[in-house]
Structures are given as C-alpha cells and as structure tokens.
C-alpha cells in the first residue's frame, strides 16, 4: 500500500508549537493549497490542509516560517479519533510531515511581508506596478 503526500502551499498562521509530557515537540499548522483548475465561475479554490510535524523538525519548521510562508512538505495522511468534552467522537484527518522546504528565502519573505505591513502600496505585482494589499484582500 502506498501512501504518500507532497504540497505545496503557504502557511495560514504560524505553527502551534507544543511539547508532550514526555518533552517531544509537535507542531500544528494549515497550509493553503490551490486547485489546479478554476471553478464554474471561474475562480480558483483554495484547499485548507491540516498539518502536523514531529521532534526537532517541529522546532525548526516553527522557528524558521511565519504566517503566509511557501513551503512545500512531504508525509502521509493520517486519521484518528478521539472523544470530545460533550462524550461525542471526533474524527481528524491530517498530513503529518517527513521532509519540508522553505520555499522562498527568508529574508526576502519577512522584508516583503513587514514592507506590506507598513505600507500596502509599496508592494508590488513584479511588474514594478504598485498593488494595494490589506490582510483581508489574503485568504488565510
């Protein structure tokens, strides 16, 4: 049987780093996947991925991403169960993550992002053209 997941995507919000009892790292974290195709109307959808990654590549995916970061990952898709606090099951499905990458440089990312932040008309199409982003013009 194979089962076997490679995306690529950008990160929703950073990483939920957490710890065991036991002191292992676990990081959850949704990427934002879109489709290969436009809708009927013509827009292209967005798949929201439910990711988590285990131990020092935990650590490091957290430390080294931020929200809106392109990574691309690597893993298998996993589901399990758990009961919730009103007695009901809950299923989960999820891909947990082997490899990853950083798909674009850090610096560059976060000079872009703060340059956004501060002023949304000094971003750019890459054309040189001035486009004016807000948070909520992002889907994630």
Request: proline share 4%.
């Amino acid at each position: 049987m194979l089962n076997s997941v490679a995306l690529t995507g950008r990160l929703t919000k950073p990483v939920d780093l957490r710890y065991t009892q036991s002191g292992t790292a676990v990081g959850s974290f949704t990427i934002a996947v879109d489709r290969q195709f436009r809708s009927a109307n013509g827009e292209r959808e967005t798949d929201f991925i439910n990711c988590a990654i285990w131990s020092k590549s935990a650590e490091n995916f957290a430390n080294f991403t931020h929200k809106g970061a392109l990574v691309g990952i690597e893993g298998h898709i996993q589901t399990r169960t758990y009961d919730n606090a009103q007695g009901n099951k809950v299923y989960v499905t999820e891909v947990i993550v082997e490899n990853f990458a950083l798909l674009e440089p850090r610096q560059t990312s976060q000079d872009s992002q703060q340059r956004s932040a501060n002023n949304p008309a000094a971003a750019s199409q890459g054309n040189g053209q001035p486009i004016d982003v807000s948070d909520d013009d992002l889907p994630f």
